[in-house]
């Protein structure tokens, strides 16, 4: 039962990626569109710069619940009419919002690219907001305000963005309960005639389709669309400084950790080598993070890091759920790495993997429709074009170990990271002074 | 079998092989991406492990990444990330999967580590005890220390099923795990892990005749033994209504849960189960969903499956075809559950509307794609139904022949499978009190 000798892999051929057209729709909207995909379904994503930085203070989830209440159809079509008619292009809506976009998207069988991307803008143009709806919305938005307070991983969550964002825009992600009572469907409107437009739309379409028709009707579908009016220009900043932000939470098995700090944004010369020095140290499988915590001592199931970006508000995060017992062991280990980073330049050869690694995915995520259009509003959302992905294999392939060692130095200072703990206080208290005042 | 007149219906290259020693082998070649998936499937998974070792097919499949003869723990991952490639591998009830998708140029790679990998674990008790604590990890992460955590696949099969192979629960007992050694672990191996019991799946960017040459150099000198003989994991027909509850002390809101058995694998039926699934359940248009959030707002979202762990293409019944609600406390499950009987109970006296049923069929052709076509494991979803076609129905073209199977369904037929399956008789209630205060 020999097996021959491990085959060696022959160099990447190289990689193409898949030509972009962009193309304008009246009123000032975009469109991009990209053929790609193995199957004859297409993405659609129309995405709108309305998001929860566009709140007032005491506002926060009215952007949820306006998602919520876009299901409800157009003007023309009730809730009924409008998902029979997605479903019969074998698509169905998704709604999204976060601090900075409203992004309808489906999925069609391709003949039905053209129709779907006419209705998204429809839907956008002329949501039906039934003030009947209100009531029954708005049950079902206190509902799961109290189902994500159990969840230990929204909790840390909620936690970490306050810690780095306070009464910020984006450190206000969960409401008070009683504020979502004064949510009406007028509010609702008024948030969405505000904050949409043509100006603040861009349609994005990948996978199989007839671009020529998709264009035509995106065209006809955006005719008359005011362009709205200009986001206002944002103004974040994020606070950094160790200290422990506990949520207490008697008899649990596990603490929910997330160790995080801001960094530099995506625009920054930088930034793509922190994603390598990243995947480096904790977000791949194989990283060092990783294979401390999880391969070695067994603390935890799905360690990671991850660099969640945000215009002026980019951070990185290590997120680990991890048994009771060994929490204060966990950050012991975690800052361990980092401290090891900082001290150390990393093997050339580890390094290599990494940026193979790093690289590989880039090529995989340009192949597939929905990926594909994640980076799109990615490059928008951080006004970056697509020179970035053009020269975004280069960049990863020029990294060098000293170039990890001196970002880790200079971007993941341990003295400066926030630690959110969802955990057993009792059981955890003691385990955790030693890394941080605790605060909660 | 009729053929199906939508130009939309999934339809893909298919080519297989049996090594000397057993071993499927299904190929199915896609040049638009510099792309491969390389996928072995083994037929043993929750269902198969034996009795005292609850959790045991899981964890083995946690081990298979910790070393094999020529490879030492992580070396196998390392290989794939540094080659540019992602890998996972999941236990599910009937088989247990591993697999590679890798930049086209890494195929011979991906074979070679997969052929290396089925000569068999090679690992320490340390590393048994590693593997045993990530999986405990993975238990509390994902059951213990969530809400609904176990709602409603663990607490629902434990309670529909009366046969131990589809009702105890796969993700283990704590004190099994604990008592799985090194000696279960080869005994594990040498009874379910022979070539004859697995398939090799390679969908992507490759020439047929050089991945077969590959797969045969890796994988044929591996010996032959004789594939373990079929459990008897049958269910007899429900002829009473069984109600449960349970408390989840994490959880702050109630819920129900209403599971059906549902037709055999293959058969008329289950493919018209399909399409009830579709038109019931799926997507804001179905009708629980306009009934029941709509209309009746008694709950924001009905939520409904045929397989806790994937899809109705990818496991073997029996099965449930099950409808989950977590509502408010000023909402009786009882409220849900007879509004949800509301619905059916028309479709077992009439038949459907030509048109609805049209769009059940567009649904389930749309979703077929988008499985084939997923985004996460680029290549993957596709390599997932061809083994399961290969391992459950014998025949990994049974792929292509889905969309004709819904194609052949027959208003009748709906109803009559609403007739016999989704009877209050055959129906188990599961209500969860929420144990943890608003």
């Given amino acids: 039962m020999s097996l021959p000798p491990r085959p060696a892999v022959p160099p990447l051929a190289a990689f193409t990626l898949p030509p972009r057209r962009h193309e304008a729709l009246p009123g000032g909207g975009r469109l991009t569109l990209v053929e790609v995909g193995t199957v004859p379904l297409a993405s659609i994503r129309l995405v709108l710069r309305a998001g929860a930085v566009d709140l007032a203070e005491d506002a926060t989830w009215l952007d949820r619940f306006v998602t919520d209440y876009l299901r409800e159809g157009t003007q023309d079509r009730d809730a009924a009419a409008f998902a029979g008619t997605l479903a019969a292009m074998g698509g169905r809506l998704e709604v999204d919002v976060d601090e900075l976009s409203t992004t309808l998207s489906t999925e069609v069988l391709a003949e039905h690219a053209p129709a779907a991307a006419a209705l998204l803008i429809e839907l956008a143009r002329a949501p039906r907001f039934p003030e009947d709806a209100a009531e029954r919305l708005l049950t079902d938005l206190r509902r799961t305000l109290d189902m994500a307070q159990a969840q230990p991983s929204w909790l840390a969550y909620v936690a970490m963005r306050r810690a780095l964002f306070g009464d910020q825009p984006y450190g206000r992600v969960m409401p008070a309960p009683e504020a979502i009572e004064s949510f009406t469907t007028a509010r609702a409107a008024e948030f969405w005639a505000r904050s949409t437009g043509a100006r603040r739309a861009h349609l994005m379409v990948a996978g199989r389709f007839a671009p020529d028709a998709v264009v035509e009707a995106a065209r006809r579908a955006s005719d008359g669309w005011s362009p709205g009016v200009e986001p206002t220009p944002l103004s974040a900043s994020a606070r950094e400084g160790r200290a422990i932000h506990l949520v207490d939470r008697p008899g649990a098995e596990q603490s929910t950790l997330q160790i995080g700090l801001p960094v530099i944004d995506p625009p920054h010369d930088d930034y793509v080598a922190l994603e390598v020095t990243n995947a480096l140290l904790g977000g791949a499988f194989a990283s060092r993070i990783t294979l401390n915590i999880r391969e070695d001592k067994g603390y935890t199931y799905s360690p990671r890091s991850v660099i969640s970006a945000r215009p002026h508000g980019t951070y990185w995060v290590e997120v680990a759920d991890v048994t009771t017992a060994v929490t204060g062991a966990s950050l012991h280990e975690i800052f361990g790495e980092i401290d090891r980073l900082r001290g150390e330049a990393p093997p050339e050869e580890e390094l290599r993997g990494v940026i193979n690694y790093v690289a590989g995915s880039f090529v995989l995520r340009q192949s597939s429709p929905s990926a594909l259009l994640d980076h799109l509003e990615f490059l928008d959302r951080h006004g970056l074009d697509g020179g970035y992905s053009a020269s975004y294999l280069a960049r990863v392939q020029a990294v060098t170990p000293a170039d990890v060692q001196r970002l880790t130095a200079t971007h993941l200072r341990p003295e400066a990271m926030a630690i959110a703990l969802v955990g057993d206080r009792a059981a955890v208290e003691a385990q955790v002074t030693p890394y941080g005042s605790i605060f909660g | ?438």
């Fill in chain 2, 1 to 438: 079998m009729a053929a199906s007149t939508s130009p939309f219906a999934l339809q893909v290259p298919v080519e297989r092989h049996r090594l000397a020693n057993g071993l499927r082998v299904v190929l199915s070649p896609d040049r638009s991406a510099p792309v491969v998936c390389v996928a072995v499937y083994y037929h043993v998974g929750m269902r198969l492990e034996p009795q005292g070792r609850t959790g045991f097919a899981h964890l083995f499949e946690h081990l298979m990444f910790q070393g094999s003869p020529s490879l030492g723990k992580m070396e196998l991952v390392r290989l794939v990330q540094q080659n540019g490639g992602t890998l996972n591998g999941s236990t599910r009830y009937d088989f247990t999967n591993y697999f590679e998708v890798m930049p086209a140029n890494a195929l011979d790679l991906a074979l070679w580590m997969e052929a290396d990998r089925m000569r068999g674990p090679v690992i320490t008790q340390a590393e048994l005890d590693n593997q045993r604590d990530v999986v405990k990890n993975e238990i509390r992460v994902n059951v213990l220390n969530q809400p609904y955590g176990s709602f409603p696949w663990i607490d629902m099969q434990e309670r529909a099923y009366t046969n131990w192979h589809n009702s105890h629960n796969g993700y283990g007992d704590m004190a099994d795990l604990d008592a799985a050694s090194l000696a279960d672990v080869q005994a594990f191996f040498d009874s379910y892990y022979s070539p004859a019991n697995a398939v090799l799946v390679v969908v992507g960017d490759f020439e047929a005749a050089h991945a077969l040459d590959l797969a045969r150099r890796y994988f044929e000198p591996i010996p032959a033994a004789p594939a373990p003989a079929p459990a008897d994991i049958s269910e007899p027909r429900q002829a009473e209504e069984r109600r449960f509850s349970r408390t989840d002390p994490l959880a702050n809101r109630p819920a129900v849960a209403i599971s059906y058995h549902v037709p055999e694998r293959g058969t008329p039926q289950f493919y018209a189960l399909g399409l009830l699934h579709q038109l019931l359940a799926s997507g804001d248009d179905s009708l629980l969903h306009q009934e029941i959030v709509q209309k009746r707002a008694l709950t924001g979202e009905v939520d409904a499956s045929i397989n806790f762990l994937g899809h109705m293409h990818n496991a073997q019944t029996p099965l449930l075809w099950t409808v989950v609600a977590v509502h408010d406390d000023d909402v009786s499950a009882d409220a849900i559950v007879d509004a949800v009987e509301g619905v059916i109970a028309p479709l077992r006296d009439a038949t459907m509307d030509a048109a609805v049923i049209e769009r059940a069929r567009t649904k389930a052709r749309a979703s077929l794609l988008r499985t084939a076509g997923d985004s996460n494991y680029p290549r993957f979803g596709l390599a997932d139904l061809l083994a399961s076609f290969e391992l459950l129905e014998g025949d990994a073209n049974g792929v292509n022949e889905i969309d004709a199977r819904f194609a052949a369904v027959t208003p009748e037929l709906i109803r009559e499978t609403a007739r016999e399956y989704l009877r209050p008789t055959n129906r188990n209630v599961l209500v969860l009190e929420a144990g943890a205060a608003s």
